[in-house]
């Protein structure tokens, strides 16, 4: 039956591109013709369901090729596997410990864990935070909130904008007179990023917040973005020799311009390395990196480079004292902790770390390493690797409890089920190990704010701050840290690394602001 409806309909003229006949051109006309003889009709003349024409055809063809080439492109490769399970690893918890943290922080209640001015007692009072200076993060420390510009220290404001407004009219400012944070001068879009943007030293150069601007590096070097693994260029400005920074930027300094490389990852070829061409140039708008099996993308030399070697101290026991409960007040995540950290296990010596979150209660690790982009290496007790904590600078604009506006530098950790942006907390074992130099005690008291100057001279961010235990860690490790950066690495680099780190001896401040967060904040230099 249904044959016998194909054929009558197949004799059926076609009428609907007939219908017109001088509006379609000729060739089109023929073609049309003979696609409407494939078309089939029921025995009322309506039109049914049958081959495909071709134009429909070459429609969906090119509709399954552009699916094949935007999956291929696009979609990640499924049997990918990038080593992830590391992170999985987990540290043997004691909940028990949450308890003892506990009676700790009832215990001292006039201590002044984040060095804040406010004791433990005032910040339960005030709901604020004992472990952080500036509970709402608005710039202003729950100190000056309470005591100078009377501000809800758990209500975020602006009075920060305000103020460095009314300083600047004050002083006869504009946003237009640059000022310098350290040796970087800066020239900001808006008044949002003169109030709120700051800047800490990294590893290998510069790590941004909140800033959108114009910035200039001290010494002739190059400087390119770093993210995800990959260095791209910066706006450039000659005249200035300034760089354009876009909010929060990564940046990498280098003592030479890097070369620009196109890479092409095939499915089965693996990677090639193009050097710029128009052709290039081309792939790499056409098949951008989305992670496909097909992709082409810009990176520099540095890029290509092996991976720099991580820095090892061989994995011993250190010393771990469980029934020390001053642990937890120990380790404010001041860059000097980090970097008495890090001179540790260059000296070769592991560091046990008590990691501890609020619901989980503690674990205890060993750190016996760091990687090129400061990642700390992480044993367990028993000494068996199980990752890494990966570790961020970071930097904000602050007033602190004289009502003096500057910056503060810290770090954030995560990893391994912890997230210092949760409130888990770090602590070393003992820092006293190594006190048997005579010059710790003659280290200066600096702290991690540092004041906001108007003068011609720069001067150090010496506030004082209450006697706690984490203030006497800190002096302790200043001086250790300023030996940390004279003292050469030894342990084999690549050549690549020791000319980035030519570049930031070249232009570290003499405080050594890199690792100590120390910075000034400088107009009319
Ligand atoms: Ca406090
Ligand atoms: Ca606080
Ligand atoms: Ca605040």
Known sequence: MDDLLKKRARISPQKKDLKNPQKTPIVNRKLRIKDAEKISYNVNGKKIRGKLTTGKKVG????IV?????????????????????????LSMN???IKEYKTYLKNNPDADFDGDGLSNALEDEYKTEVWNVDTDADGISDYAELYVTETSPVDSSTILLDEVKDSDEKEGRTLDTPYKIDDVIFWPDDYQSKAYGAMVRTLHGYRFFNYKGWVRFPGNISAYGYRDGVHYELKYR??????????????RIYENPLDIVYQTEFPFAG???????????????????????????????????????????????????????????????????????????????????????????EAVAVLYGYTADGSLLVADKDLNPVGRLTILECSQKYMDKEGTIGQRSWYEFEGLGFDSGKGDRISFFDYSQDTSDPADDTASAETEQEELTDGHEEQTGETEQPETQTETQAEAQAETQTEAQTEPQSDPQTEAQTETQ?????????EGQGDSGDTVITFGF
């Open 502 to 510: 030519a570049v930031e001896a070249e232009t570290a401040a003499p």
């Open 238 to 251: 000659k005249a200035e020799d300034a760089y354009k920074i876009e909010s929060t930027d990564e940046v």
């Open 60 to 63: 969906l063809s090119f509709l």
């Open 271 to 361: 990677k090639v390395q193009l050097e710029e061409s128009f052709w290039t140039k081309m792939m790499d708008v056409v098949f951008p990196e989305k992670g496909g099996f097909f992709n082409c993308r810009k990176v520099t030399s540095a890029d290509l480079m092996e991976k720099e070697e991580d820095v090892t101290a061989q994995l011993e026991t250190p010393l771990i004292n469980l029934s020390d409960d001053a642990r937890f007040g120990k380790n404010n995540n001041t860059l000097k902790d980090m970097s008495w950290l890090r001179k540790m296990i260059e000296s070769g010596k592991c560091v046990a770390a008590s990691l501890y979150s609020d619901n989980n209660g």
């Open 95 to 97: 909940r028990a410990a």
């Open 66 to 90: 552009i699916c094949v080439v935007f999956s291929v492109l696009y979609l990640p490769p499924l049997f990918h596997s990038d080593g992830m399970d590391a992170d999985q690893a987990v």
